[in-house]
């Protein structure tokens, strides 16, 4: 977990922090991608630029969690744009190496079909999800970064987990029946 | 009940599903390194730009102006300076040249003076001896 910038610090973030920034939230921003696109290299590439577009900002940043706030947004909304611009297809499930016994929670076949039908949500869904069970963000949070009401967000995260169970009931069926 | 349980037994596996993964190694140098070629080629242009930019501020346009107007004036002081100068060279060359022609005047008459002397007693020795010879 990150941890804080001292108040006297946190209004001038200076360009020398910049590199202990980046190892900071790395992995964060990094993982939001990944789980998104589904693919390492765009992942990579997109959270290169999300650093770089933070590097022209970072003097009108106030503090770590404005940093991190700011990171996720700007993160949630390059992954839309990147999804929307390259038309990546959705993930196929039929992929899925399949498995004799399944499954449990941490069962790397049942994380990975997971990250799989996860990736195959609609595109804000699918943001919503990963900001909520990745980043473990409140609704109301979630609502501030997307900048859509909580009802909303709540409404899509419902609906996300009955769609993943069911989906997830179905494949879980059909190994077992093989 | 048992829905309760397969939503929390939903939102533990997405939790482990969707937990954070390590970036790839060296991603932070490979941004840093983004930057820093970023930066190198964004300076002169932005330098360019600001040497440009700095003739939209008021004030530097009329510092600008008052420079040019204090050039001017110094350029035509100088020009009248040296004007002055030349002028005044040329009046002593020509006061110096007077000088040196009037001594050499002096010089002629009083050789003038000299040999008007000698003819005069050439012909007073002259006039005596015809004299006596009478």
Redesign the interface.
């Known amino acids: 977990m990150a941890e804080p910038i001292p108040a006297e610090k946190a209004a001038d973030i200076a360009e020398s922090d910049f590199a202990e920034i980046v190892r900071r939230h790395q992995a964060m921003v990094y993982s939001i991608a990944l789980h998104f696109l589904a693919d390492r290299s765009a992942a990579e590439e997109l959270a290169q630029d999300v650093f770089l577009q933070l590097h022209a900002k970072l003097a009108s940043l106030k503090s770590d969690d404005h940093v991190k706030f700011w990171l996720r947004k700007v993160t949630g909304h390059r992954c839309i744009d990147y999804k929307r611009r390259r038309g990546l297809p959705q993930v196929a499930l039929d992929d899925v190496p399949e498995c004799a016994a399944p499954a449990k929670a941490g069962d790397p076949w049942l994380s990975r079909r997971l990250r799989q039908l996860v990736a195959s949500l609609p595109e804000k869904p699918r943001l919503i999800v990963i900001l909520r069970y990745q980043e473990d963000m409140a609704a109301e949070e979630i609502s501030n970064i997307l900048t859509m009401p909580v009802a909303t967000v709540k409404s899509h995260l419902q609906r996300s987990l009955a769609m993943l169970r069911q989906k997830m009931a179905r494949a879980l069926g059909e190994v077992l029946e093989k | 009940m048992s829905v309760d349980n ?2 929390k ?16 190694d060296g ?2 140098d ?3 390194a ?2 820093a070629a ?1 930066n190198s080629t964004e300076a002169p242009r932005g330098y360019h730009d600001s040497w440009w930019q700095l003739f939209t501020r008021p004030a530097v346009r009329w510092a600008t102006a008052a420079a040019l107007a204090a050039a001017l004036v110094a350029g035509g002081l100088h020009y009248r300076q040296v004007q002055f100068e030349k002028a005044q060279a040329e009046r002593a060359q020509g006061e110096a040249a007077k000088q040196r022609l009037m001594l050499a005047l002096r010089i002629a008459s009083s050789k003038l003076q000299l040999a008007r002397s000698k003819v005069n007693e050439i012909n007073a020795d002259q006039t005596e001896n015809h004299e006596e010879k009478e």
């Open positions: 397969d939503t037994r939903t939102e533990d596996a997405l939790k482990h599903a969707l937990r954070r993964q390590d970036a790839p991603f932070a490979r941004v840093l983004r930057v970023h």
